[in-house]
T-cell receptor
Framework: EAGVTQSPTHLIKTRGQQATLRCSPI?????VYWYQQALGLGLQFLLW???????NRGNFPPRFSGRQFPNYSSELNVNALELEDSALYLC???????????FGQGTRLTVV | GENVEQHPSTLSVQEGDSAVIKCTYS??????FPWYKQELGKRPQLIID?????GEKKDQRIAVTLNKTAKHFSLHITETQPEDSAVYFC????????????FGKGITLSVRP
């Protein structure tokens, strides 16, 4: 069974551009979480989607947004990129909210 | 919202010794506490978790203890090996409609051979 997959693996953008990151959850998982992992700051919660709806949102500006598709895959969009958005973006999926979350390998976003 | 803190931020032990990593949480409604291990350049992976209806859980060399009254939980690694060197994250969640996993900032464990 395939695990959580994210694409692209690496992404380089210039300041002011938009970035789109994608996540495919484990088959049967309905919840998708997005986390930002910047150096020295641990895992910062961005967004949580479940059954196609946004369930919770972290303390990030509105230019961080996303959606979940009917097949439970998800997109994270970051508009008006800033240098400090450079980080590893991790997606995780779970079956419900009280069970183990499995992480993808991440997308390394670099803003220059 | 929930706040999870980890102490210390770095820990160095001699191979074969035990390591203890502590986390505190702020929301008394939290009831699920997983621990993740992230090796350099790899994704975080769950190593053990505990729910609030138990006080301790073991899996070979690792164990987790939970003190709901004090709102803290700890990861215990016995007979440490160099491959235990990694960043360890604790997290807390309370389930339900608005649940999310809140992570601590991580602890870097170094096991000296």
């Amino acid at each position: 069974e395939a695990g959580v997959t994210q694409s692209p693996t690496h992404l380089i953008k210039t300041r002011g551009q938009q970035a789109t990151l994608r996540c495919s959850p484990i088959s049967g998982h309905t919840s998708v979480y997005w986390y930002q992992q910047a150096l020295g700051l641990g895992l910062q919660f961005l967004l949580w989607y479940d059954e196609g709806e946004e369930r919770n949102r972290g303390n990030f500006p509105p230019r961080f947004s996303g959606r979940q598709f009917p097949n439970y895959s998800s997109e994270l969009n970051v508009n008006a990129l800033e240098l400090e958005d450079s980080a590893l973006y991790l997606c995780a999926s779970s079956f419900g909210t009280y069970t183990e979350a499995f992480f993808g390998q991440g997308t390394r976003l670099t803003v220059v | 919202g929930e706040n999870v803190e980890q102490h210390p931020s770095t820990l160095s032990v001699q191979e074969g010794d035990s390591a203890v990593i502590k986390c505190t949480y702020s929301d008394s409604a939290s009831n699920y506490f997983p621990w993740y291990k992230q090796e350099l350049g790899k994704r975080p992976q769950l190593i053990i978790d505990i729910r609030s209806n138990v006080g301790e859980k073991k899996d070979q060399r690792i164990a987790v203890t939970l003190n709901k009254t004090a709102k803290h939980f700890s990861l215990h690694i016995t007979e440490t090996q160099p491959e235990d060197s990694a960043v360890y994250f604790c997290a807390a969640s309370k389930g339900g409609a608005n649940s999310k996993l809140t992570f601590g900032k991580g602890i870097t464990l170094s096991v000296r051979p």
